[in-house]
Every structure is written in structure tokens, then in C-alpha cells.
């Protein structure tokens, strides 16, 4: 199923006054623009030009394929609002408007989201492009628009201290955005290839262009003391959401007001971790580590004396690359959308399949069943010349009725459930979905299946945030609420070392040097 992303806008030079609408279709998993629509419609206010402009943009999404999802970003709070439900709609000449756009594609294909109005500026050009030729008397001509042109990517200027992830991945958007403005139809065909070459990989014709609608960062994001949280809001996805500790912030995040943490809570910094000695003696990202002269691997590395217990299985576990809204740090688990992977998280996956085809420890890849950690599995696969292997059991926590939120959003909406959630490992989310304690069983059966499968050999996962931390926690034999104590970053590589006698080796945690510069 392909996927298109809708960015539409709409002035009025006086609120009612001349008004003009712009629209851009671009393809999801490439980022090129495949539709451009804009008009002068003559006296009236910016939010019926904001309306028009959705209606222009979902007719020529739907003109290219009706089959499609449809991903809406607009930077206006009462359009997404309304749109998405949640806000209704009281003046008589937006309501046929947002009656018509609900006709065009199936409710289902279509998922809304807001953007700052500096990430809308291909829309937005095109709307006064089309305002400039009203005021000529004219209407707005695709042979003679620039809006693509003057249009440079929206990419958020890194930021955090040295060695930190989030300004890492802000870096690698920026060298990434600068590449494609330098050369956009080169930029354009490398991320076409990098689809393909996920797909023919992953063996799956829709791998990159499946799902998708809005993200983020993975999102086991919450922070955790019983009726207080502060938190990180990543993955998660991306999610994707990154995990923040009770009274402390994720890396990049801004800090959230709360009660004090309870005694003892960790302040994570969301900086890299220096390797210990011996992770420094390892082959690679979980490879394995090799003996010292006369020494034999322990059942207990490093520790106690016991019989050679042989090669462990271990498996190197990569979150997916960055989606759209991975920077905006949404819940994104597998019970709502299923988004692809953002030109920028393309681009991680890329970075780290050069990082493990360097280290050359990579023995097969398996991979959450998810389009973003197909797409991930698929460019990394194909860079190791490996086939991919899907897993049921590796995809993302159900987060119910918070997909799509932020962690602040479901805080207002929702904060009993959240306080219990926090609190609570068998919680469930609002709505259903699934419990930590129900994700620790499913993930824990993965990895007694998968050792077993794998015995003696290193593996590569690309999974999430939940399931990834759930593998640490499980290793190191930690409570449940150390969940809410890790941080980590998209494309950010782990290991964990699973031993014949049932112990376990964590290796790695949260390594995201493969993407700085």
C-alpha cells in the first residue's frame, strides 16, 4: 500500500481579504513531490483558505491512488484539531468544508497531524504564490511556480552537550537535509533507493511503503513516581518516545515541572555510556568477545570459574530509524499506526549498516513485524548481504487509546490511567492495549525461542524501545520500573549475550556513535 503525505496551508491578506490555498503530495517513503495544487478563491478567512487547501490536497493524493494512506501535516491547530475529532466545528462555512474532506479518502487512510509553521513552507509558498497572482488578476500556474525551489528543508538545529544522542540525530537530519539541498533529484533517487533496496531485502514488495501515518519515537516514554512524572516523550518510537527517569528529562527534552523524584531515582543524562574493558575487547556491537590466552568463557563472564560453556547467542538489538514524528516524541506502538521510516531514519539505518558491515559480526537479522523496523532491517540486510527473518514477538508494546499522544497530552486527557500505568507493571493503558508485565512475558518467550534458534551465533534485531529495554531489564534481572531509567535514541544499537546455563551478558547499551559525524 503506498503511502503519500499531504502538506497544505491557506491565507488571507486581511482575515476575510484575498485569500489563496497551496497543497504539495509527496511520496512517504522517498519525499518526492508528486502533486502540487494551488488557487486564489477571492475574499475570505484564513481558516476556510486553510480547509480549501486540505480539500485540494486529498483530491490530488486521491487522484494519484485512491488505496493510499494519507498522512495530513498543517500547521493549523484548528484544521488538525477538528479533523482529527477532537474539536468541533462551529462556523457554518468550515463545516461542508470538512464534511467534503471526510468523503475523499476512507476515514481509516487518513491520519492528521500538526506541524510549526517554519516545517509547512512548501505550502505555504504556494499559497501566496497563488495571493500574488490574484492580486495580478490571475490564478496560479504550475509552470511558473518556485515554491519547491525556495523551499529548503525544515531541519531542527542540533543541540544538547557533547556525545549526546539527541544532538547526534540532530546532526545526521542536518547533514542529511543539507545533502538534499544541495542536490535534491540525487538526494531524491538515493532515498529510492534505499526503499528498494529494503525491500528486495526483506523479500516484501511493500516493506517500504507500508503503513504509516503518524509516530513517534516508540514511545515507552514516561517518567515515574506515583501521581508525578516527568518525561522524556520519545519512541518510539520513537518511539518512537525515549524513556526518562522519575524527575528527570530525556536528552534534548525540555524539562517538565513535577514533585520531587523519590529517593534514590537515578538522573540519567541521556549522554553516551563509556564502554567497560570488556566491551572494549569485543569484536563488535555484540560480537563476541574474545577469550584472553588460557582463558575459557564462564557461565558468569569475568567472575566466577566453571565449565566452557561455549559460543553465546547473542543478539545485538537495533532500534528502527527515526519516522516523522519520532522528534515529536509520541506514543508509537502496534496497536495504532504504522509508520515508515523519515528520509532522516533512512539515513540511520544506512550509518549503521556501514558501522556492522565494518565489524563484520553479524551472523542473520530478525525483525519486528512493523513497516519502520522492516524498512531498518531491510537497508541494514542488504548492506550484510543477509535475508530478513520477521518475529511477532519483537514488535512494539500496545499502547490503546495513547497512540499518536504525547506524554504530555495523555497526562491531560488521561492522568489516573497514567499515574496507574506509572505505578503499576500489570496497568494497562487507556482503552486496552497492553501491560509491561504482559510485554516482559511475550518478549521473554522471544528470546527463549530465538537462543534456541540461534544458538552460538550473533544476531541482529531490529525492534523498539519497549522490547529492547525489556531485554536489558530481563538480563540484568532488574525490577519493572527500570524501564522508565533507560534511555534510548533511534538507530541506537545494544547487546546482550545469552549463555548455554541460562545466564545472560549485557554487552552494549544505547551505542549511537555510528551516527555522528
Known sequence: MREFIVEADGGSRGNPGPAGYGAVVSDAATGETLAEAAEYIGIATNNVAEYRGLLAGLRAA????????????MDSKLVIEQMSGRWKIKHPAMKPLATEARTIFPPDQVTYEWIPRDRNKHADRLANEAMDAGAKGEQWSPSTSRAALDTPPAVPEPSGPPGDA???????????????????TAAAGDAAVAATDSRAAAGDAAVASEGSRVAAGDAAAAAGDRGTAAAADRHTAAGDAAAAAAGSRAAGAAPVPQKAAPSGAQRPTGGETAPTPSERRSSGAGGETAPAPGESRLSTPGWSAGPDLGAPATFVLLRHGETPLTPQKRFSGSGGTDPSLSDAGQEQAHRVAEALARRGTIQAVVASPLTRTRQTAGIVAARLGLEVAIEEGLRETDFGAWEGLTFGEVRERYPDDLNTWLADPEAHPTGGGESFAETATRIAATRDKLTAAYAGRTVLLVTHVTPIKTFVR????????????????????????????????????????????
Not at 486521491?62 to 501535516?73: C, F, N, S, W, Y
Open 62 to 73: 486521491h487522484a494519484l491512488d485512491a488505496t493510499a494512506t494519507v498522512h495530513v501535516r
Open 166 to 184: 539527541a544532538a547526534g540525530a540532530a546532526k545526521a537530519r542536518a547533514a542529511l537535509a543539507q545533502g538534499r539541498a544541495a542536490d535534491p
Open 474 to 517: 530481563l538480563a540484568l534481572g532488574a525490577p519493572p520500573e527500570s524501564l522508565f531509567r533507560m534511555e534510548l535514541s533511534a538507530a541506537s544499537l545494544s547487546a546482550v549475550a545469552y549463555y548455554a546455563d541460562g545466564n545472560a551478558s549485557v554487552r552494549l547499551f544505547n551505542d549511537t556513535s555510528h551516527l555522528r559525524p
